[in-house]
């Protein structure tokens, strides 16, 4: 059984950084990608980043790119995000996913609970 926890989510003034971790426990880590994202009250859940199973390669939405940075250590089956410069907008909660190397939400299989981030102005 897979089961994916994050972590890391909290109260934060705009401009400031937090960073986000998720644990995977099972098989599926092994899985091609690994990927965050994240639904704001009222929105629909939107893709944020997504990181090959090698670490080479990750993917941005156009809005987090240049301020959110990805990172997997498969030794230890966990994902960061790292999140920098935040903004008001980027209030929400934010969801680890473990699937293939895209950027939909039906292209990821196992989703963890998900953790609040708030970003006050």
């Known amino acids: 059984q897979v089961q994916l926890v994050e972590s890391g989510g909290g109260l934060v003034q705009a401009g400031g950084s937090l960073r986000l971790s998720c644990v995977a426990s099972?098989?599926?880590?092994?899985?091609?990608?690994m990927g965050w994202f994240r639904q704001a009250p009222g929105k629909e859940r939107e893709f944020v980043a997504t990181?090959?199973?090698?670490?080479?390669?990750?993917r941005y939405a156009d809005t987090v790119s240049g301020r959110f940075t990805i990172s997997r250590d498969n030794a230890k089956n966990t994902v960061a995000l790292q999140m920098n410069s935040l903004k008001p907008e980027d209030t929400a909660v934010y969801y680890c996913?473990?699937?293939?190397?895209?950027?939909?939400?039906?292209?990821?299989?196992?989703w963890g609970q998900g953790t609040q981030v708030t970003v006050s102005s």
């Open positions: 996913a473990l699937g293939s190397w895209g950027m939909t939400r039906r292209e990821y299989n196992y």
């Open positions: 990181i090959i199973r090698s670490g080479d390669s990750a």
């Open positions: 099972g098989r599926a880590f092994n899985m091609p990608a």
